[in-house]
């Protein structure tokens, strides 16, 4: 292993990013377990203290006599204990591993949506201008990292490859894509287990395409995912907005990514299959 010549933050840098290196994924496993542990306690002490947090956060859900039938007040926290974690591991395993910018644009992108739904959970943002924000982000997104665009669609029909190239329509119809999907799971999100439970299969069969660069944070999503959804399912925490809408942006650009960066590896009509029951129970 080299030992970096240089001092200070880079040298311990230059450290890590040798020990990922070792034995082509030896190391990298020690980092992964470190970061996905580490995101699992987080995960786990937020969701132990979700009380203080929603009280002293102002995101707590109260009963009513109309859609709201839980019978007590429970704070909405899990989506920000489950996230927040996730993107924390992303950042790091980008700082000690290969850079990849459509990581950095979807952990961005993820993070100001996540902070639209926190509004939405606190002032009940009219769905108008939740919409345009969403609508907003997924451009930007798209226009700084065009990996998250669509370009064609590789599909088996009737036993034989359909090819249909998007052409100038790439980006309009990727972005009504993805805004639909996390409308359609913010719309799903009614019931203890239903949101979190699709999170953690959606991450899990993700894992078998993923590239090296996006193995931390889809891991790490699958150990966050199973933390939080152990204690919605306790009727303890609800995941909110804020986990629907960046949980659903997060796992949809990266699949996008995924279909893209393995030259369709993973199939168009995999990925169909997988995510239809939030946007056809919508």
Known sequence: MRVAAVGGKWGVVQVFRDVAAIGHGGGSWLILLGLSLAATLATVVVCLNSSALGTLMR???????????????????????????????????????????FMLAATFASSVVMAIGVLDDRLDVSPAWR???LFFLVYVAFSVEPTFVIKRLNMNFLGGELDIPFHSLAGPITLLMIVGFVNAVNMADGMNGQFLGSMLIWSLLLLRYVPRAEFVAVAGLVCCAAAALYFNLKGRVFSGSAGAYSGALFIGLLAISDYRETHSTLPSVTVSIRFWLPVGDS
């Open 59 to 101: 995101l707590i859900d109260r009963p009513d006599i109309g859609r709201k039938l839980h019978s007590r007040d429970t704070p909405i926290v899990a989506g920000l204990a489950m996230m927040v974690p996730v993107f924390v591991i992303t950042l790091v395993a980008m700082q000690f591993g290969r850079d990849e910018p």
């Open 131 to 133: 919409f345009v924000g």
